[in-house]
């Protein structure tokens, strides 16, 4: 599905070059839960802002579906993002002065479709996600972990290839947080929804099937779960982070 070539990014002047990202290269098959790990300053968020065409990369190739996104011209790249990318961030962006229903139906929306089949297809992810009784209220009205199943919702509605979770969990309670990834989890077993998250912190990368380190720019390790215990799977990712060096606080 997703194809990761020789990529790298670079800030700065000609004098005062920053390499961001360097020579990452990796892919993603459909289905896969990915996480992405790395201390501050790793390039882990650089990493998702380029894939999710937030941001342009300096040198390589990004295929998703077979399309080289570094390619395509804007006009495109809004289409591109509406149909094939859904986005969960930390603070939700949710746009308060929506319902929890036009929030999760609004890049159908956007998309000009058929205003029957959008509201159908609210319903039967609201009922998935466990939010059917709050479509009709506003963000201001219902709990952060209700709004980040909205922002999931909202993610998964039309049917997107891939999603793009920015530390999903960082603007949740410990309780709201083991909801969100085991509903992430189930998706990702269940639906065979893929889903690329980047995270700092060990817990919630131990749901992944598959855990990519960065450190400095590059791709440092790589764990695959396989068939071990999340518990296991928890602590070798632990071992990995402590190798990483510098401050374990900011990956841990």
Do not use: W
């Not at 009205?141 to 209700?146: C, E, I, P, R």
């Not at 083991?178 to 929804?193: A, D, R």
């Not at 764990?223 to 401050?247: M, P, Q, T």
């Amino acid at each position: 599905m997703l194809q990761v070539q020789n990529i790298e990014k670079y800030y700065g002047s000609k004098n005062n070059v920053t390499k961001a990202l360097n020579r990452i290269s990796f892919s993603v098959e459909t289905g896969e839960f990915i996480a992405i790990m790395g201390s501050s300053g790793s390039g882990k968020t650089t990493l998702l802002n380029c894939i999710s065409t937030i941001d342009t990369i300096s040198a390589g190739n990004i295929f998703l579906d077979g399309i080289n996104i570094a390619e395509l011209s804007q006009k495109d790249l809004a289409r591109f993002r509406r149909e094939k990318l859904g986005f969960v961030f930390q603070d939700f962006n949710l746009l308060d002065t929506l319902t929890i229903e036009e929030n999760i139906g609004l890049a159908l929306t956007l998309n000009h479709s058929d205003s029957h089949m959008v509201q159908k297809q609210i319903k039967k992810i609201a009922q998935k996600l466990g939010i059917s009784d709050i479509l009709d209220k506003f963000p201001y009205q219902v709990s952060g972990g209700q709004k980040q199943r909205t922002a999931v919702a909202r993610a998964m509605v039309a049917g997107q290839s891939l999603i793009l979770a920015d530390e999903p969990t960082g603007a949740l309670d410990s309780k709201a947080s083991k909801n969100l990834l085991e509903i992430m989890s189930q998706m990702n077993q269940n639906l065979h929804v893929t889903i690329l998250m980047v995270t700092h912190d060990a817990y919630s990368a131990s749901y992944a099937s598959r855990v990519l380190f960065l450190k400095d720019g590059r791709l440092f390790n790589e764990l695959l779960r396989g068939n071990r215990s999340r518990s296991i799977f928890y602590h070798e990712i632990l071992d990995v982070l402590a190798l990483l060096g510098g401050d374990i606080s900011d990956v841990i």
